[in-house]
């Protein structure tokens, strides 16, 4: 009688509970990095897609969809993406703009700049001409038409380019953040700014996240 009383009790309870708004997943070793730049290795890049949103993403299906990017238009020849954003903020409530993504990808190709996945963005425009120096970065093809608008030219047609950008190095990064502190992936807790569908409470290196 007992044991049914108590089973009564735990299951009014459970009704009564607010739904958890928490989910923890198993980390086995620690991030590199949470700059999607830097961040290269499993553990990093599973973090990090819960931390940043990019252009696309794919769903419960496999199917590529959009994400911060509302549409996109593709021309005949498959050499031009012209990405239409939605409406979306960073984590400290600046909103996410096309400039965000154009500086995060011109970084990635900056001479001085090296990363393990600066080579993905050789197929852009002048992608690998700008990583070697050779052009300015201003040629390369990304630009933000305006706040919502971003356009994209490619060295040659990539039938998987939406795929690509689906990758964390395409995430978008906080240009008004980083430009004020270039250690802004190193924070600790919730001062870390994302765009994701989570926000960062706390880190603790070779404990938790």
Known sequence: MKRILVLVVLCIACQKREPLKRMNCAVCADVCSLDPRLGYDTQSVNVIRSLFDGLMRFNEKGEVVPAVAE???????????????????WSNGDEVTAEDFEYAWKKEVTPEYVTQSSFLFHILKNGQACALGQKPLDELGVKALDKRTLEVELDHPLPYFLKLTTVTPFNPIPKKVVEKD???ATRLDSSFVSNGPFILEERRYGDQI
């Open 71 to 89: 549409r996109v238009v593709v021309s005949e020849d498959a050499m031009h993406y012209t990405f239409y954003l939605r409406e979306s903020k």
């Open 182 to 184: 270039e250690k802004w």
